[in-house]
């Protein structure tokens, strides 16, 4: 009766708490969004397949949120033929059932790939009782390891909370970013900064930060000038805007994250998302989607440039599910031009691609379920 009841309460709570961060559920894609035309490429360099181990001792876990292969594809399509992706030749699919439902939320997606256990939508790093279940990044703090998160969105949002919180409903911001408090996680760098200051509790956590030896800092110049010691970068009040407002804010907080959590000498681990690809697809703009996807294939270049000469780090990357149902009706690989075409505005329950680079790197390959990829991450730098 109790889990009932909680399960009651986490569904209400989700279907009440739309202002503010979930406002890109309303998006609608404006008059010629759903055609690419083309725009400026960018270099994509190719990087060696060779490393030190067969173990890693860094893993850097990417998640694109909502990219499927037709996200993959239209990138690549609009960058003419490239990607940093290239460079990911062990590939495979996972399934993203949840365990309530046959189409996942961010959430119970989340919570599956840092957890390794199926829980239902709305659920945040609980099982489907709504006991809590420790998240890899969790576990790699007990091991001595460095800890990070990164996030286009706020950082009190489904995916990156769902390594970090435990809470039975993903819309319990302010109770998400108090669960920031009870961990020892190095970095975190994304947007939230309402949910640490402007709480109905009256308290302000960016003070408990800094009594735990967290720098705090909200603009990005500065965060970018870090290179060791414990961050909170809070780059926005709820989400980040999209590339226009924000910039290279993402590949910038990923190579920061990197510097800063490479000072380990026992490893590190980190998830980097790039969140609004989702987003983008929940409006049906394929202008967004794309350059969402290519903002995301440049952090992956900023996470190469560090595994190709660091030689120990496993880059693994995926999706917590497909939003839009999304293909292709033409396009140009020489002008960058592709025409989008959608099966929803919603997530669909596709299977998700998944690449991975580096030591362990042929693991990954065939089709896994969503947990497995913990499953298999955890062994790889933890041990069983």
Partial sequence: MLRKLLLLFALANMAWVVAGQDEY???????????YKGGEAYEVKIYPQKFKSNKPKNIIFMIGDGMGVGHVFAAHTANRGQLFLDNFKHIGFSTTQSASDFVTDSSAGGTALSSGVRTYNGGLGVN?????????????EDKGLATGLVSTSAITHATPASFIAHQPSRSMYENIALDFLKTDIDVFIGGGLSHFIKRKDGRNLLEDLEKNNYRVETDLDKIATVKSGKLAGLTADIHNGRIAERGDMLPVATETAINILSNNKKGFFMMVEGSQIDWGAHANSTIQVIEETLDFDKAIGKALDFAAKDGNTLIVITADHETGGLSFSGGDIETGMIKGIYATKSHSAVMVPVFAYGPGAENFTGIMKNTDIHDKMKALLLGK
């Fill in 128 to 140: 489907r009782d709504t006991v809590a279940v420790k998240s890899i990044l969790e576990n790699a």
């Fill in 25 to 35: 559920l309303k998006a609608e894609a404006e008059d010629g969004e759903k055609t």
